[in-house]
């Protein structure tokens, strides 16, 4: 079965630079969660697009905007890098009526 | 606000040894729990869910009851293997947060040892 795409899979950026992480969900879901998973911890909400349109907000900083396209993929710019981005960047995505959330594996950014 | 809250980790067991993961939660109204386990550098993938009271989610052994009347999904499993080494997270999500978007608890680490 397809799962959820990510590109890339690993990121290495210098402070103040930016950068653009790209997600593909499963075939007919509607819905993109982005979250992020810093070193040893919980993965955080950042934002969410339902039918290309945002959806809901978590702690996701001004730095970065994110945007869902009309395939459905969406793509996370983060600009103004801070070496406290380094984390785990995850895709997840969810179709009609269903609870579930499948996850992508992740994109390692980190800023040196 | 919504919450969740896991038993801290590392948990260290011996093979076919049984699993208790305790997990609580707070939120208003009737959220849905998960329980998602994340393996050494890969991604996270859903264990096994409940999306109302009473009922049990099972996959691979694991199986997870939703009680509403101590805000409880606890995972178990009866004989663990070296295999299920890996961070469990428990996870609720809920319709009046707009986008049914996760919250996760702090996560357990699972160590099965030989």
């Known amino acids: 079965a397809a799962g959820v795409i990510q590109s890339p899979r690993h990121l290495i950026k210098e402070k103040r630079e930016t950068a653009t992480l790209k997600c593909y969900p499963i075939?007919?879901?509607?819905?993109v969660y982005w979250y992020q998973q810093g070193p040893g911890q919980d993965p955080q909400f950042l934002i969410s697009f339902y039918e290309k349109m945002q959806s809901d907000k978590g702690s996701i900083p001004d730095r970065f905007s994110a945007q869902q396209f009309s395939d459905y993929h969406s793509e996370l710019n983060m600009s103004s890098l801070e070496l406290g981005d380094s984390a785990l960047y995850f895709c997840a995505s969810r179709g009609g009526r269903s609870y579930e959330q499948y996850f992508g594996p992740g994109t390692r950014l980190t800023v040196t | 606000g919504n919450s969740v809250t896991q038993m801290e980790g590392p948990v260290t067991l011996s093979e076919e040894a049984f699993l208790t993961i305790n997990c609580t939660y707070t939120a208003t109204g009737y959220p849905s729990l998960f329980w998602y386990v994340q393996y050494p550098g890969e991604g996270l993938q859903l264990l096994l869910k409940a999306t109302k009271a009473d009922d049990k989610g099972s996959n691979k052994g694991f199986e997870a009851t939703y009680r509403k009347e101590t805000t409880s999904f606890h995972l178990e499993k009866g004989s663990v293997q070296v295999s299920d080494s890996a961070v469990y997270f428990c996870?609720?999500?809920?319709?009046?947060?707009?986008?049914?978007?996760?919250?996760f608890g702090k996560g357990t680490k699972l160590s099965v040892i030989p």
């Open positions: 075939p007919r879901h509607d819905t």
């Open positions: 996870a609720l999500s809920h319709s009046g947060a707009g986008s049914y978007q996760l919250t």
